[in-house]
């Protein structure tokens, strides 16, 4: 059983910046590609960033230049560093890691609870 911990949203002014956490625990035997997701009103779920584990990451276009995702793989941990943020970077945001169970063969993505970001302006 794997459970992922996100942690870092909250109200921010535009121009602002937030870091987002979040760890995975449990019967982990390898995590691959780790990603964020948000979530705005009435919008469907969009892909923000990704790192695989190798490091290589994908961005948005929407959050080039201003976004930064990085994970330490010591501590199943991925970030994302949020700078200049603006108020359509509002919405949940979610963490989704790929991971190999400790105790199976199977890979699987799993999604953390998510935590909300709003941005003023």
């Known amino acids: 059983q794997v459970q992922l911990v996100e942690s870092g949203g909250g109200l921010v002014q535009a121009g602002g910046s937030l870091r987002l956490s979040c760890a995975a625990s449990?019967?982990?035997?390898?995590?691959?590609?780790m990603a964020w997701y948000r979530q705005a009103p009435g919008k469907q779920r969009e892909l923000v960033a990704s790192?695989?584990?190798?490091?290589?990451?994908n961005y948005a276009d929407s959050v080039k230049g201003r976004f930064t995702i990085s994970r330490d793989n010591a501590t199943n941990t991925v970030y994302l560093q949020m700078n200049a943020l603006k108020s359509e970077d509002t919405g949940v945001y979610y963490c989704?890691?790929?991971?190999?169970?400790?105790?199976?063969?199977?890979?699987?993505?799993?999604w953390g609870q998510g935590t909300q970001v709003t941005v003023s302006s």
């Open positions: 989704n890691p790929l991971i190999a169970g400790a105790y199976s063969s199977s890979v699987n993505r799993y």
């Open positions: 449990g019967s982990i035997f390898r995590i691959y590609t």
């Open positions: 790192v695989t584990n190798r490091s290589s990451t």
